[in-house]
């Protein structure tokens, strides 16, 4: 396809999003990537380590800049490609959008984290199961992969995670209780990581929820001294700060989405981090904590699980994985509110309140533990009450 036709078929640059700053020169992207190229070598590397608590700022500030980077040159690609999201009947953005951005953001996960020197078992696993996840997203941005080998590439992720001991310890060992802790940990990662797929339709919203999240994994990391969670934390953060402008302008659209390689391996390792972490020696703790930090995917799956159960929407599994519509928590509360922007900074402010509730959970006694468990109930009703309208 020639530049005139494809211009045609996806819509001048203004249209994809290509103002502002996403259609900035080469010799800018070259810059900041030459920036990041620099804090990468041996010198200004191990000057970084050498500093009580300074890797995590390092992995945040070398992240962000390559994401930063990447970004502007993964919409040319997208675009040249013709790898993009169109408006459809569900979705919520109205111009064509490149896709691919979850490679800027894998990108620079993986190369802040490999530059950080220090890997286990587990964390490469990790790395293993999300890479796998990414290439699969890929080939469903670019070619539309059936549901079921989505869900095949999320089942070998999630084994390649659990064989490496990244699994739920909620039950004493027995046959029982391996089998009842293996199983809720399959459940938890492939909940969240659709949760988090389920998310990336409105602009900077699975993004956001991403820095949110891996933000307060990160503080919870300080405060237990968890080095690894930490470095993936921040290693989340930074690349999603570098991928965050050109995902939520405040007066256009986003120049890019995250696509499935994005959503679903943001999700996936928030999800692996969560199972790694150490949270409590109270399993009560152990379970609260990181279902108030991800109460919103929690929230979100559950709702829209049930009310299609209910409903007759769906009746096996195959047309549950399969089925797609506009009864999200994000499409229910931009119908009550009329605004995208203001949908997303609810969502967002309701992730930080429950999240900050479950940090507050890690010294809390028991009556402040009873007393966060019934606002989170409290704030449950309230969103509950709120789709509900946004429904009729």
């Known amino acids: 396809m020639n530049q005139t036709a494809r211009e045609n078929s996806l819509g001048t640059p203004a249209t994809v999003g290509w103002n502002g700053i996403a259609w900035w020169s080469w010799w800018m992207s070259l ?3 030459g920036l990041a190229v620099f804090l990468l070598l041996p010198v200004p590397r191990t000057t970084w380590h ?3 608590g300074a890797r995590w700022a390092y992995i ?3 992240s962000s800049l390559i994401a930063f980077s990447l970004t502007p040159v993964l919409i040319r ?9 169109l408006p459809a009947g569900r979705k919520v953005h109205t111009e064509p959008t490149p896709l691919l951005g979850g490679v800027a953001i894998y990108t620079a996960f993986g190369i802040s984290i490999l530059a950080n020197s220090i890997l286990d078992g587990q964390v490469v696993a990790i790395m293993v199961g999300g890479t796998l996840l990414v290439v699969v997203g890929i080939l469903d941005d670019v070619r ?6 989505r869900l095949l ?10 064989q490496s001991g990244v699994v739920l310890t909620l039950f004493p060992p027995s046959v029982a209780g391996t089998t009842a802790n293996a199983a809720l940990t399959l459940l938890w990662l492939l909940g969240i990581t659709n949760a988090m797929n389920f998310f990336d339709g409105m602009d900077g919203l699975a993004t956001g929820l991403s820095i949110i999240t891996a933000g307060l994994l990160g503080f919870f990391a300080a405060l237990t001294f968890q080095p690894f969670l930490g470095w993936f934390a921040a290693a989340i953060v930074g690349s999603c700060l570098g991928f965050l402008p050109f995902n939520f302008r405040p007066k256009r659209p986003a120049a890019i ?3 499935d390689s994005g959503s679903t391996f943001l999700g996936f390792v928030l999800a692996a981090l969560a199972v790694k972490g150490e949270w409590a020696a109270d399993n009560v703790i152990d379970i609260g904590a990181p279902v108030l930090i991800f109460w919103v995917f929690i929230f979100d799956m559950t709702h829209i699980t049930l009310t299609r159960i209910l409903t007759g929407k769906v009746r096996s599994f195959r047309e549950w994985i399969a089925y797609t519509g506009r009864d999200h928590l994000h499409h229910r509360l931009e119908a009550l509110l009329g605004s995208k922007r203001q949908t997303v900074l609810l969502i967002f402010l309701l992730s930080v309140s429950m999240g900050l509730a479950g940090m507050a959970l890690r010294n809390a006694r028991t009556l402040e533990a ?3 468990t019934l606002q989170a109930a409290i704030i449950v009703v309230i969103v509950s009450i709120l789709e509900r309208a946004g429904n009729r």
């Open 31 to 33: 810059l900041v990537l």
């Open 50 to 52: 050498t500093v009580y």
């Open 60 to 62: 945040l500030v070398v």
């Open 77 to 85: 690609l997208a675009c040249f490609l013709e790898v993009v999201d």
């Open 144 to 149: 539309g992969m059936p549901a079921g080998v």
């Open 153 to 162: 590439g999320q089942l070998l992720a999630a084994g390649v995670v659990m």
């Open 257 to 259: 989405f995250l696509g």
């Open 370 to 372: 009873v007393l966060l």
